[in-house]
């Protein structure tokens, strides 16, 4: 079982539509790590952090930290969120490490 | 524009060659992150520098070693190259904030 599991792998949405993209982790974490990955492979960080709720734009981040889950909403999305969605996290064990999930593959139809 | 430069962009060599993939973070970040993603494993964390020195290891191998020089930027060293090193490399850097920028990658072939 990955550390780090991410759902669904695969998304298709109309543009306009609410989007969750749900990351499970099982280890204790200082910080979880939302980042979007465009298909020209560049990576961009669209949020750190270790409670609560964090809003940039049409973009949502949460975490429950009792219960090892955030999630990623897009509201009212649009062809060029088209892109891919990693979650990671950070912890301390001995030294920082950082585990990626394996990534939601989202497309946006117009 | 994260502020992140990588170079090279592309990089084709053979197998059993050494190459240097190189990074300067954005102005002020002292701490530099070197992630590898390749098709079958994913995004994977290689190692973290701080102010010149090794702040974290992730699952780097003994032939790829890191530094990072006074003037902060970072070189990731590959070397005795395998046709499974061919992947991105990207490399981040961050500040007291913590949150990471990312370069662009180095794509690296190995034939």
């Known amino acids: 079982k990955n550390e780090v599991e991410q759902s669904p792998q695969n998304l298709t949405a109309q543009e306009g539509e609410f989007i969750t993209i749900n990351c499970s982790y099982s280890?204790?974490?200082?910080?979880l790590h939302w980042l979007q990955q465009h298909p020209g492979g560049g990576i961009v960080s669209l949020f750190m952090?270790?409670?609560g709720k964090k809003k940039h734009g049409r973009l949502i981040a949460t975490i429950n930290i009792q219960e090892k889950h955030s999630s990623l909403h897009i509201t009212a999305s649009h062809p060029r969120d088209s892109a891919v969605y990693i979650c990671a996290v950070s912890f301390y064990s001995g030294t920082y490490k950082y585990i990626f999930g394996t990534g939601t593959r989202l497309k946006v139809l117009a | 524009d994260s502020g992140v430069t990588q170079t090279p962009k592309h990089l084709i060599t053979a197998t059993g060659q050494r190459v240097t993939l190189r990074c300067s973070p954005r102005?002020?970040?002292?701490?530099v992150y070197w992630y590898q993603q390749s098709l079958d494993q994913g995004l994977q964390f290689l190692i973290q520098y701080y102010n010149g020195e090794e702040r974290a290891k992730g699952n780097i191998l003994e032939r790829f070693s890191a530094q990072q020089f006074p003037d902060l930027h970072s070189e990731l060293n590959l070397s005795s190259l395998e046709l499974g090193d061919s992947a991105l490399y990207f490399c981040?850097?961050?500040?007291?904030?913590?949150?990471?920028?990312f370069g662009p990658g180095t794509r690296l072939t190995v034939l």
């Open positions: 102005s002020g970040d002292l701490s």
């Open positions: 981040a850097s961050s500040g007291q904030g913590y949150e990471q920028f």
């Open positions: 280890v204790g974490i200082s910080a």
């Open positions: 952090l270790s409670s």
